[in-house]
């Protein structure tokens, strides 16, 4: 019986406690499973730690821990979504991401074949996305100790001389951009979650960003800030950056772009979209004279193709982000205390 | 969106915004409460106050179902969560309100308490058929909006022998809180609070129809029109009431036709009476004991009443000291004028109900509009108005 059997075949398919112990069945694993998938010349010399050269430039690192339920949406699943919301971090400085690390926190019994499920995902998207998965982690948790799995991704990725942008340098006057939709990932999720299923078309909108940043960059020198509205939706992201930069904002609701079907499943659930995650959307905040030229190239990237003109910083020691309501009137759009909680009537 | 779009057009409010402003007097003020906290969270969220003249203005009024809850009766829930061991399921506006000594559905969620949060009470009924060795209970809250879906659940419970099931019931009636507001001194004698008419509720009227306020409207001479929940709902109603006051009528008037019937949903009201009766008297917050305001399960369905399967401890529950809720429930005050709001009481720490609910006007007015007390950027006043 050669060790296979013994490991990842002999256990009903299942992730196991030998799997994270240390011994032959975890290096089974990661020779199957991950080395497989996420093979590269860095990964596979087999090291405790990836070696690599350092490029020119301001280095950018950002971590991120992944705990999506369900772990597969439609649209994507928690290995893509993995790679896209730690490249779009990296890219969200002005950086173009290289390289990638993933730390796996995997539940007792959890299917092998999702998790090859997954590792191929993530496989696919670092591909896509130019980038390489260069050093890793498995841990496995006892039974009832985890949720199938999470993933935390670290990213690393360099800025080219003369990119200043950053969340504290958004300036009055200067006018805010949105890449597209919003509420697609979160509504995407909710559809699937346990006792809410319903069904749509929505899909999720992950996606790594920094090709259309490099895009950005190349045409607007002003662009001070970039920021992926992901937890909390448009409205935490948004006042983060109010608050870092120490100004106000006023957005036109008419002019955010909303699928349909995202507003109508939003008003189904008693959900504001301002609230909802996004996974392939980013903010951007620039000059007046580079708005339209912006606009042109992110409306010519895939990925930005609904992009908007959304609003405008304004001067406010309160650091309040205002909305004209499609209705006429104006609202302030808040942060977030916690969840957003369905209403009752 | 079809019929969510046509009721929150700008070029419609703005010229019924131009006709309320022709029809107010400017020599006299308006004030019409607005019974729902729906209708407060509309208001706000969409900024109808922007689009009224000075002199006609919103009172807030107690209709938002987790604020009237009292305190002893969250307390309970959380005693049947953590003291008798069973899954408490409740929606999921509730989990945040904070009972005595700050003590809520969700800090005891986080320190062991079995409590999930539903969105419907079918939702309650599967977790107990796939716990059948757990007591599950529905912790039920809310106006007649709420009652019909309760009384179906109990009625499945029953069907279905699930006898590991119940429901610790809280529900309140509207009518009889209209009525209570209307006869208290704030109203009748001292003046305090100035109420010209009424914005009747919506989905509560579409149950109960819009009969039950016949009855107040004529006995208190107050206007009642039963408006949407949409923002041109709440404008065309507005006007509907002022016109109303102008013309010194009292009548109940239905702007919500696309869904209000005089009757309402009889099918929903007889399911209620089946499984329902009234209570003799129920405590609110902010109201006080209002007699024959709530309702309590009936003898035939006792089996599925948590208050009779579990023996609930009397205890001593106390609200926030200096926590206003009660009077701005009342309409006595306003969020503002709490010393609490907006410094140690945010959404993020609640000290009391109203400002957990989106529903709740402390919730509402910070959420939405404090930009109109903290200063801030100049806001817009009212919008140009075409034609």
């Known amino acids: 019986m050669n060790i296979m059997e013994t490991t990842t075949q002999g256990r009903a398919g299942a992730v196991d406690m030998t799997h994270g112990g240390g011994g032959r069945a975890m290096v089974e694993l990661i020779r199957n499973v991950f080395q497989r998938h996420l093979s590269n010349a860095i990964l596979d010399a087999g090291n405790d730690g990836a070696l690599i050269d350092v490029p020119r430039g301001r280095l950018v690192m950002s971590t991120d821990g992944h705990v999506v339920s369900p772990l597969f949406f439609p649209g994507g699943d928690i290995g893509c979504l993995a790679v896209h919301g730690t490249l779009n971090d990296v890219a969200m400085m002005g950086a173009r991401p290289l390289y990638l690390t993933a730390g796996f926190i995997i539940e007792e019994g959890f299917a092998l074949a999702d998790l090859e499920r997954i590792v191929a995902s993530m496989a696919r998207a670092a591909r896509e996305a130019g980038v390489a998965i260069v050093t890793g982690d498995t841990k496995v948790v006892e039974k009832g100790k985890g949720d199938g799995v999470f993933i935390t991704t670290t990213g690393l990725g360099v800025v080219a001389e003369g990119v200043e942008v950053g969340g504290d340098r958004a300036r009055p006057e ?9 509420g697609d990932h979160g509504i995407a999720i909710l559809s699937k979650r346990e006792s809410l299923e319903f069904e749509t078309e929505i899909i999720s909108d992950t996606a790594a960003l920094h090709g259309l940043v490099a895009d950005m960059i190349e045409v607007a020198p002003s662009l001070s800030v970039l920021r992926d509205p992901t937890r909390g939706g448009l409205a935490a992201t948004l006042n983060e950056i109010a608050h870092q930069s120490h100004v106000g904002m006023r957005l036109e609701e008419s002019a955010i772009p909303l699928r349909a079907d995202v507003k109508a499943a939003c008003e189904l659930l008693g959900l504001d979209p301002l609230y909802v995650a996004n996974e392939g959307k980013l903010i951007a905040i620039c000059n007046e004279d580079d708005a339209e030229r912006l606009l042109a190239v992110m409306r010519a990237h895939p990925l930005g193709r609904d992009a908007a003109r959304i609003g405008v910083v304004t001067a406010d020691v309160n650091n309040l982000v205002q909305m004209r309501t499609g209705f006429g009137g104006t609202r302030l759009v808040d942060w977030l205390a916690g969840e957003q909680l369905p209403r009752i009537c | 969106m079809k019929y969510v779009d046509e009721y929150r057009r700008s070029d419609l409010s703005g010229k019924l915004a131009a006709a309320i402003a022709r029809e107010a007097h400017p020599d006299r003020t308006y004030h019409v409460m607005e019974f729902c906290g729906g209708h407060t969270h509309a208001i706000f969220r969409y900024g109808v106050q922007d689009l009224m003249p000075g002199n006609v203005r919103f009172v807030h009024g107690p209709g938002c179902p987790v604020c009237v809850l009292p305190v002893r009766r969250l307390d309970d829930a959380v005693e049947l969560a953590e003291g008798h061991g069973v899954i408490l399921c409740s929606y999921g506006d509730m989990m945040r309100v904070p009972g005595t000594k700050q003590r809520s559905l969700i800090r005891a969620k986080a320190d062991g308490a079995d409590i999930r949060m539903v969105y419907s009470t079918q939702d309650a009924l599967r977790i107990a058929r796939e716990n059948p060795s757990r007591e599950v209970v529905f912790f039920a809250i809310g106006f007649e909006t709420t009652t019909p879906p309760t009384a179906v659940a109990i009625r ?24 209570h507001i209307l006869q208290s001194p704030e109203v009748r004698n001292l003046g305090t609070v100035l109420i010209d008419g009424f914005l009747g509720p919506s989905h509560v009227s579409s149950v109960i129809g819009s009969e039950p306020y016949q009855f107040f409207a004529e006995e208190f001479q107050k206007p009642v029109v039963i408006a949407g929940f949409e923002p041109l709902d709440v404008l065309q109603s507005t ?13 109940v008037e ?17 399911l209620v009476a089946d499984v329902f009766e009234l209570r003799a008297s129920f405590e609110w917050r902010g109201l006080g004991t209002v007699p024959y305001s709530a309702l309590k399960i009936r003898d035939g369905y006792a089996e599925f009443d948590a208050e009779r399967r579990f023996a609930i401890s009397e205890k001593a529950s106390r609200e926030v000291k200096s926590c206003e809720c009660p009077a701005i429930l009342r309409g006595v005050k306003k969020p503002t004028d709490c010393k609490l709001f907006g410094t140690v009481c945010t ?17 509402a007015y910070w959420t939405y509009g404090r930009f109109r007390s903290v200063g801030g950027e100049v806001r817009t006043v009212m919008p140009e108005v075409a034609g």
């Open chain 2, 239 to 251: 006007l509907m009431l002022i016109r109303q006051v102008n013309e010194g009528r009292h009548e």
């Open chain 2, 347 to 363: 959404p993020d720490n609640p000290m009391g109900s109203c400002m957990v609910s989106s529903e709740g006007a402390c919730a």
């Open chain 1, 174 to 182: 200067q006018v805010i951009l949105l890449s597209g939709t919003i």
């Open chain 2, 254 to 270: 239905n702007e919500y036709t696309r869904v209000v019937t005089r009757e309402g949903n009889v099918k929903a009201q007889s």
């Open chain 2, 156 to 179: 499945q419970a029953a069907a279905e022998g699930l006898s590991n099931f119940s429901v610790f019931c809280n529900h309140v009636l509207t009518p009889a809180a209209i009525q």
